[in-house]
Nanobody, 127 residues
Framework: QVQLVESGGGLVQAGGSLRLSCAAS????????MGWFRQAPGKEREFVAT????????YYADSVKGRFTISRDNAKNTVYLQMNSLKPEDTAVYYC????????????????????WGQGTQVTVSS
């Protein structure tokens, strides 16, 4: 079992920044990959970014590449999503997720391969 708790969402103006955090518990954190997803009203949940268990590999959706940065602190059992140059179209509920089968050096972009999910945190970007 893995428990995930997100924090850091809020309301920000276009062009601003936010940092999301996701605290994990229940398994050795460095042994599995983590991802961030988002879901806007009326839309499907979409991939944002992912990071391997060791933190050495990352991958981003084209829509956020160059603006968002995923990182993790395995000593604190926490993964982060630094979001810069935010746009109104980034408005969504953001979820972190754990893929406990990925190991230390892999990651996945597919929603269905993630085993555990946080409760979500709202990010609203005003124009």
């Amino acid at each position: 079992q893995v428990q995930l708790v997100e924090s850091g969402g809020g309301l920000v103006q276009a062009g601003g920044s936010l940092r999301l955090s996701c605290a994990a518990s229940g398994r050795t954190f460095s042994t599995y990959g983590m991802g961030w997803f988002r879901q806007a009203p009326g839309k499907e949940r979409e991939f944002v970014a992912t990071i391997s268990g060791s933190g050495g590999r990352t991958y981003y959706a084209d829509s956020v590449k160059g603006r968002f940065t995923i990182s993790r602190d395995n000593a604190k059992n926490t993964v982060y999503l630094q979001m810069n140059s935010l746009k109104p179209e980034d408005t969504a509920v953001y979820y972190c997720a754990a893929d406990i089968h990925s190991g230390r050096h892999s990651y996945t972009v597919f929603v269905y391969e993630y085993d555990y999910w946080g409760q979500g945190t709202q990010v609203t970007v005003s124009s």
